[in-house]
């Protein structure tokens, strides 16, 4: 038999020992009988041969070694009977747990979805990312360099350890079926998807001969691009799309779910891409992920390219000198929520302490009260060590029990806490509950169990058992108060951590709602804007369109004024190029850095951006005339001090070889956000005119550029009257991704928002949970002294001095929890200010409110049980002795 | 678990061993068969025999069936198993060398031990 079968044939075990000792007795017995002895004698005499029966059984019971399983089974079964027969304690130390629990395990659900699964591809271990390094490459701002398309092909082509796959970023107009349609594009080397190990829903992937100049034109569809303009139908393989005015043949749909990092509308071959930056070493635009191929180490890869890369600069000097390339593992890109999902989850994680210093000082004011019930135990015999586990046992059968409730609370709030989630959640669809989930909330279980039923358990007498059996309701316990007391102020400790860092962030709020954006907000429009695709290889053609469109624009009833413009503040996009003062330049990554913004005449119109010098540009800013500039406040104090800006002249490499004729200063624009725009790297802007961009990098720029508009109307009921204008005479024009400046402004708010409202949240269920603690706590302590408040009464205490006695008592626990809790917070705070834009530095405002607040709810806690003390009746409670 | 048996350490169970490993034979019949053969000189105190057998049965040294006696009653009887067999073996060799080596100490004359 089996350990467990033991266990379980635990009531045939029972039934077979009795059977055997009675075998045993009536056989001695009868032995006895057949000497002659009389029956009575003789059964008397083979018991007390074999001794007492129930202690034999005992010890055989004792000798199975499945004693602690039984113990264990016994345990469980009188702690749920404990728990029973005080529902009133039971569910509200329940409903804590799995507040506390559930709140817990949503929020790992998130930062394990997010954060700690591996990505959604077989053996995902062996996934890579290379990027490019070099000397002048500055890193820091604008993060992992991409590869040449050249460097790339010939790194994949000669790899030995490596299967290399590419991939471009892109955008097109899909003209056709349908409405003409701005759609984003990965151009891809035809190996993404097998070298990822993914199956496609439909269809094939390009073939290699698909991937080169020449090759019959063709497109893959991404499969929600699909489902949302085919309606899921594979007939569309074989039939034909045109982008940017190119007919090509879908020969795939990408399967369901797939992404890296995002999601792709349309696949297009990289390789027959005849763009010229592509086809040089001196552009870095290629993303590229591989597989190490079987037997390779990630080592061996790195040393590989090392090789690779010196012999391509020996070979390509003017464009790859100084030149190295990097591999490391491929990871999701989570960067932007990694902190605030270890934010919550910290914050989080204090509400469960809490809810655990809830239950503990619940348990415990049990415990105490049964402490005669327990010296009674001892008395019979019982060892300390099966009582400390049976204490452990009962809180392990509590806090599993919250764990189920809080689990399934988490099922329910799973789905509403990523709907609130600001913007787009990364990962959201790995989002789920599943065993690293549930092995998580178990463990989180045990260890509250543990964490609030070891100070309850570890009161069970020892010593002074005649003194713990003859106690009455006199004795005072002092320890237990202590451990009482400490059990509050650390409630009270975390929840001071919580409403201050919930009121650091609402002070940041308000902060960045009273800042000046820099721009007029109000009635302000922007969208991108795609020209037509037959105009973008011809720059002459390009300018006209462009002039086309702000004439439209402007005939549209409700638009007051139109510019065009490339980066848009506060949305996402930006181009730092570096600057110098004098001809005289050092190398690129000694330069300091600016915002630049290409943009039409009106811009300053329309944005409702204040000129504070000088001029702005005009339709005389030409390309053949001189090359000007407008900067903002910022950088004119930054780059000329006190003196006059205008008439200055600046040296700006990437925007043209000679100086630039600073011509205006303009107010500053909080580009990085309300919150973020002070503590962001890069604050100096200028503005160029989209005039004076050269025509070599016009149709780039075309590309990126987009409109603002400003109305007299509500701007989103232009919309419509906008989008049909803007068509053009080829009608392929289109107008995409339209916000509102107030979308825009307020969206770079959201995360802070967010988690205001989190924090919030946790705040407030802290101090209920405090409170409920401080008034549990003070009820229990109050009522062991209503003897000791009688006597006092009968010796003339006023129901004032009483309830002052009680006041002062709660007093104390606070202000300890309050003492610790401020340095704790300050703590907190150095996090938050470090991981949030826009945190202002700690305010001891904000601590006097928080704390007032705290005491205040603690006061009031803490008022009902005085009240009771004071009413006590002392001949009343002089009697209950 | 206190041994009452005035029996050194472990030497309870080597006895059961020894007396089990004659055939099938249920706890009745251990605690007689015992006494018996040590001529009362070993009183095993039944209330410890059914732990020290219990506890044999859970380290796999003994097996038990329910078998009829006899007198035709049903009573459980121990057998030695294979790893029974084999402790018994190792124990009793252990012992044997023992008490040798203790019966050659007692033997020793006065003046040899110096």
Redesign the interface.
């Known amino acids: 038999m089996t350990w467990w079968q033991r266990l379980w044939r635990r009531g045939q075990m029972e039934e077979e020992l009795d059977k055997e000792l009675r075998f045993h007795l009536e056989q001695y017995a009868s032995d006895l009988i057949a000497q002659g002895r009389d029956p009575a004698e003789a059964r008397r005499q083979a018991r007390l041969a074999l001794g007492g029966p129930e202690q034999v059984k005992e010890n055989c019971r004792d000798a199975r070694g499945t004693r602690w399983l039984e113990d264990l089974w016994q345990d469980f079964r009188y702690a749920i009977r404990t728990l029973r027969q005080k529902p009133g304690f039971a569910a509200v130390a329940l409903a804590t747990m799995a507040l506390g629990i559930g709140a817990t395990t949503v929020m790992f659900t998130v930062t394990n979805g997010v954060l700690l699964k591996p990505l959604p591809f077989p053996d995902p271990g062996r996934l890579v990312r290379l990027h490019g390094h070099s000397e002048t490459w500055n890193g820091a701002a604008f993060g992992e360099q991409n590869l040449a398309n050249y460097d790339f092909r010939d790194l994949q082509r000669d790899s030995r350890s490596l299967l290399m796959a590419g991939r471009l970023y892109n955008g097109a107009t899909m003209s056709e079926p349908g409405n003409p349609e701005y759609v984003d594009l990965w151009e891809i080397s035809s190996n993404l998807f097998s070298v990822l190990g993914v199956e496609l829903a439909v269809g094939r992937a390009f073939l290699p001969e698909e991937d080169r100049a020449g090759g019959a034109p063709v497109a893959m569809l991404g499969y929600s691009f699909w489902q949302r303009h085919f309606g899921g139908n594979p007939a569309v393989l074989g039939t034909s799309v045109v982008l940017d005015g190119k007919r090509s043949t879908v020969v795939g749909i990408s399967p369901a779910g797939f992404r890296l990092d995002d999601e792709a509308d349309v696949y297009t071959p990289l390789g027959q891409d005849a763009a010229p930056y592509l086809h040089n070493r001196h552009a870095h635009p290629v993303g590229t992920v591989a597989r190490l191929r079987p037997g390779m180490t990630l080592l061996q890869a790195q040393q590989e390219l090392t090789l690779t890369g010196r012999g391509l600069a020996e070979r390509y000097p003017d464009s790859n000198a100084g030149r190295t390339f990097r591999v490391e593992p491929l990871r999701p890109d989570v960067s932007e929520v990694r902190s605030t999902l270890w934010l919550l989850l910290g914050a989080v994680s204090l509400v469960l302490l809490i809810a655990c210093a809830n239950v503990a000082s619940l348990l415990l004011a049990r415990a105490v009260s049964r402490e005669r019930e327990l010296a009674m135990r001892v008395a019979l015999g019982a060892g300390r060590g099966r009582l400390v586990r049976q204490c452990l046992t009962e809180s392990a059968v509590l806090a599993l029990s919250g764990g189920v409730l809080g689990v399934l609370l988490a099922t329910l709030g799973l789905r509403p806490f990523l709907v609130f989630w600001p913007g787009a959640l990364p990962r959201a669809e790995e989002v789920r509950l599943d065993w690293r989930v549930l092995l998580f909330a178990l463990a989180v279980s045990l260890a509250s169990g543990l964490l609030f039923g070891l100070a309850p358990a570890l009161r069970v007498p020892v010593r002074a058992l005649e003194r713990a059996l003859r106690s009455g309701a006199r004795t005072v316990a002092g320890s237990a108060q202590r451990l009482h007391g400490s059990f509050v102020a650390a409630e009270i400790a975390l929840a001071v951590v919580l409403l201050v860092s919930a009121g650091m962030l609402g002070r940041a709020l308000l902060h960045a709602a009273v800042l000046d954006p820099g721009v007029n907000t109000h009635n302000l429009l922007i969208a991108r804007m795609a020209l037509s695709p037959a105009t973008l290889p011809h720059p002459a053609r390009i300018r006209a369109a462009w002039q086309d469109v702000l004439d439209r624009a402007h005939r549209v009833p409700g638009v007051q004024s139109i510019a065009t413009v490339d980066t848009v503040p506060m949305r996402e996009g930006n181009n730092q190029v570096t600057w110098w003062a004098t001809p005289a330049l050092p190398p690129e990554n000694k330069r300091p850095m600016a915002l630049a913004t290409s943009v039409s005449p009106d811009y300053l119109k329309a944005m409702g951006i204040p000129l504070r010098q000088g001029r702005f540009f005009d339709d005389r800013d030409r390309l053949d005339s001189t090359p000007v500039i407008v900067i903002d406040g910022v950088f004119a104090q930054h780059a000329f001090g006190g003196r006059d800006a205008v008439g200055q002249r600046l040296w700006i490499p990437d925007i043209a070889a000679g100086p630039l004729e600073v011509v205006g200063v303009v107010g500053h624009v909080r580009h990085w956000g309300l919150a973020g725009d002070d503590q962001a790297q890069v604050r100096d802007q200028f503005y160029y005119p989209f005039a004076q961009v050269p025509d070599g990098l016009l149709r780039r720029w075309s590309e990126l550029t987009s409109v603002a508009v400003r109305t007299s109307v509500p701007p989103l009921s232009v919309v419509e009257p906008l989008r049909h204008a803007l068509r053009g005479d080829t009608g392929d024009q289109v107008l995409y991704q339209v916000r509102t400046m107030e979308q825009l402004a307020r969206a770079t708010l959201a995360r802070q928002r967010f988690l205001l409202l989190l924090f919030g949240i946790f705040a407030g269920l802290a101090l209920l949970l405090a409170s409920i603690g401080i008034y549990g706590v003070l009820a229990y302590l109050t009522g062991r002294r209503v003897p000791e408040i009688g006597v006092r009464m009968a010796l003339g205490a006023s129901a004032a001095n009483v309830m002052w006695l009680v006041l002062r008592q709660s007093l104390a626990m606070v202000l300890l929890g309050v003492g610790a809790g401020i340095a704790a917070a300050l703590a907190a705070a150095r996090v938050l200010q470090r991981l949030v834009e826009g945190m202002q530095p700690t305010a001891p405002s904000t601590f006097a409110i928080t704390i007032a607040v705290l005491v205040a709810a603690a006061l009031f806690a803490s008022f009902l049980p005085a009240r009771r003390a004071s009413r006590v009746d002392p001949v009343r409670a002089l009697r209950q002795e | 678990?206190p041994e009452k048996s005035g029996l050194p350490q472990g030497t309870l169970d080597l006895l059961i061993l020894k007396v089990v490993a004659l055939g099938p034979v249920?706890?009745?019949a251990i605690?007689q068969r015992l006494q018996q053969v040590s001529r009362d000189v070993v009183q095993v105190?039944?209330?410890?025999l059914?732990?020290?057998l219990?506890?044999l049965e859970?380290r796999a040294l003994l097996a038990a069936d329910?078998k009829e006696t006899g007198t035709g009653?049903?009573?459980?009887f121990y057998r030695l198993t294979r790893k029974g067999r084999a402790q018994l073996e190792t124990e009793a060799a252990g012992w044997q060398r023992l008490a040798e080596a203790v019966g050659l100490i007692l033997r020793m004359s006065e003046g040899g031990a110096e």
């Open positions: 678990m249920h706890g009745y605690a105190p039944q209330g410890s059914y732990p020290a219990h506890r859970n329910w009653r049903e009573a459980k």
